[in-house]
């Protein structure tokens, strides 16, 4: 199984980044598929997560209104759409997948891919 982010790099305070994730390697409709983020001097922290079969998405709050996740089946990818960027998103995203059900604990999460970068600068 392999996942691979991408799409990660330098903006502006105030722009947007889509980030993407491909999988494969094995069959994702009974998976759920999420992205986390970790900056500098935190710890690594739920963003959002996606039901990789009917598309029903969850957020945590600190994101709600500026990111958007979506899958599309027929390629199987994965996006986070970052929009109204801020410093404080500066962090490096990381995209896994979770069996069966929707969780915003990173260790439920099987599979992770190697992660991107966005920097925010203000």
């Known amino acids: 199984v392999q996942l691979q982010a991408s799409g990660g790099g330098l903006v502006q305070a105030g722009g947007s980044l889509r980030l993407s994730c491909a999988a494969s390697g094995r069959t994702f409709s009974t998976y759920y598929m999420g992205w986390f983020r970790r900056a500098p001097g935190k710890a690594r922290e739920f963003v959002a997560a996606i039901s990789w079969s009917d598309g029903t998405s969850y957020y945590a709050d600190s994101v709600k209104g500026r990111f958007t996740i979506s899958r599309d089946n027929a390629k199987n990818k994965v996006y986070l759409q970052i929009d109204s960027l801020k410093p404080g998103d500066t962090a490096v995203y990381y995209c896994?997948?979770?069996?069966?059900?929707?969780?915003?604990?990173?260790?439920?999460?099987?599979?992770w891919g190697q992660g991107t970068l966005v920097t925010v600068s203000s």
């Open positions: 896994a997948a979770v069996y069966g059900a929707y969780s915003e604990n990173a260790i439920d999460y099987a599979y």
